[in-house]
């Protein structure tokens, strides 16, 4: 089955940095690629996908990049503010027929003001 | 729109019962998943519901079970319970339309606790 490995777990920034996480995955049929942000005490929301037709994607200060080759997909928080702390969740999965996620660890981002 | 929801929130059970969680989906979603999520394990894949039917499942023993009615709301179960069931559980709805690869709109959860 697929296997998603989510590093680093633990990311600890200053207010106006940039954040990197990256995440690997094991199947090279998985086309579509969710990350989820999770506040404490909060429901999972997700905040960008990417599909694997597409090698780059941005929503503001979010982007995500996808490397089909090398089965890696990494987000990128530009200017952190302290409202990006949460535990950030990346997710592999074939859509159509057998849709069964596989998610990362986990990453904890602390954005220190 | 109402968000998803799910009954309860909280939950304390013993060794060996068994327990009944439920999940509302958005108004007009068909598909509902459920998630275990723990500290150690992270957010699991448990199974997903399309038109009252399991049409994907993870890998967690048949102690869980789920259901789907013709509103789309969803039940999930877990019968003799052991102490590694202990977690939050997740729903989450989407249109269902895509069979994955569609936003998933989670709840916010049940905590079980198992004594």
């Known amino acids: 089955g697929e296997n998603v490995e989510q590093h680093p777990s633990t990311l600890s920034v200053q207010e106006g940095d940039s954040a990197v996480i990256k995440c690997t995955y094991s199947d090279s049929a998985s086309n579509y690629f969710p990350w989820y942000k999770q506040e404490l005490g909060k429901r999972p929301q997700l905040i960008i996908d990417i599909r694997s037709n597409v090698g780059e994607k941005k929503d503001q200060r979010i982007a995500v990049t996808l490397n089909k080759t090398a089965k890696h997909f990494s987000l990128h928080i530009t200017e952190t503010q302290p409202e990006d702390s949460a535990v950030y969740f990346c997710a592999a999965s074939i859509t159509g027929g057998s849709y069964i996620p596989t998610f990362g660890r986990g990453t904890s981002l602390i954005v220190h003001p | 729109k109402a968000g998803v929801t799910q009954t309860p929130r909280y939950l304390i059970k013993t060794r060996g019962q068994q327990v009944t969680l439920s999940c509302s989906p958005i108004?007009?979603?068909?598909?509902v998943s459920w998630y275990q999520q723990t500290p150690g394990q992270g957010l699991q894949f448990l199974f997903e519901?399309?038109?009252?039917?399991?049409?994907n499942k993870g890998n967690f023993p048949g102690r869980f079970s789920g259901r789907q009615f013709s509103n789309s709301r969803s039940e999930m179960n877990v019968s003799t319970l052991e102490l590694g069931d202990s977690a939050l559980y997740l729903c989450a709805s989407s249109l269902g339309h895509g069979g994955g690869g569609e936003t998933q709109y989670f709840g916010p959860g049940t905590r079980l606790l198992v004594l």
């Open positions: 519901y399309f038109s009252e039917t399991q049409r």
């Open positions: 108004s007009g979603h068909r598909s």
